[in-house]
């Protein structure tokens, strides 16, 4: 899969859709039942299972703000090296 720099704006927003759709289910998480003596254990597990979504929104959040700072660093190079071609073009 190739992506263009002009798709660079989709995938950030699709980055941080991902990211707040993740974020969004551990506000309506479940409570936990009582299992017995494994209640401990799955109480455990659930809160690996949350940690382990909270480095992926923050994983989520973090790509998709170097997503657009690379975007916005290609547009300035960009518009950078037209100018440096007008002034040379001019001379």
């Known amino acids: 899969m190739s992506i263009d720099i ?7 927003s699709r980055l ?6 993740i974020n ?3 506000s309506d998480a479940a409570e936990v039942p009582d299992a017995g003596a494994s ?7 659930l809160g690996s299972i ?7 929104v923050r ?5 998709a703000d170097l997503t657009q700072d690379s975007l916005r660093a290609y547009q300035e ?8 071609i007008a002034k040379a073009g001019g001379q």
């Open 24 to 26: 969004d289910l551990g």
């Open 77 to 84: 190079t960009d518009d950078h090296n037209a100018q440096e």
């Open 39 to 45: 209640t401990v254990l799955l109480a455990d597990t």
């Open 16 to 21: 941080a859709t991902g990211a707040i759709g």
């Open 50 to 56: 949350a940690s382990s979504l909270d480095v992926a």
């Open 6 to 12: 002009g798709d660079l704006n989709s995938v950030a």
């Open 59 to 63: 994983s989520l959040v973090n790509a």
